[in-house]
């Protein structure tokens, strides 16, 4: 989530990721960044995660193939000019799992988009939240 300055395993915010960190995946976004003031920049982003194949899981002692639909994801970037030299920014993020992570499967001990599926029908939403103090020298 988020593009921040902590342990970061979610969406860098765009322009900074590498598109070989994103095989298989169509990644839907849009966003605006609004300066509301000559200080403070408020950004809003979504996005929509999708695979281009389906994967592969287990049921039943049964292959079959899985959802393609991996999430949405919300994040909001909060940053604000303290000094010329200091940037207070804040992160917030959520990601909403989709159907490929609240399907009913048997190899729940890791897969291609995730090491931590559940494989019980079921999925919890993964949230950030990061406070950063930049200075510039």
Not at 17 to 45: E, H, R
Not at 52 to 66: H, K, N, P, S
């Amino acid at each position: 989530m988020g593009g921040g300055y902590g342990l970061n395993y979610g969406i860098p915010r765009p322009g900074t990721f590498y598109a070989a960190d994103f095989d298989n995946l169509i990644l839907a976004s849009i966003g605006f960044d609004f300066n509301a003031t000559k200080k403070l920049t408020i950004g809003f982003y979504g996005y929509y995660l999708s695979a281009f194949e389906r994967g592969v899981g287990i049921q039943g002692g049964q292959a079959r193939y899985l959802s393609r639909e991996l999430g949405q994801e919300v994040d909001l970037f909060i940053d604000y000019q303290l000094s010329q030299n200091t940037l207070i920014s804040v992160l917030g993020g959520c990601f909403f799992p989709g159907k490929y992570y609240k399907e009913l499967r048997e190899d729940a001990g890791g897969s291609l988009f995730s090491p931590f599926v559940r494989g019980d029908g079921d999925a919890d939403c993964a949230y950030q939240f990061e406070l950063a103090v930049e200075f510039k020298f």
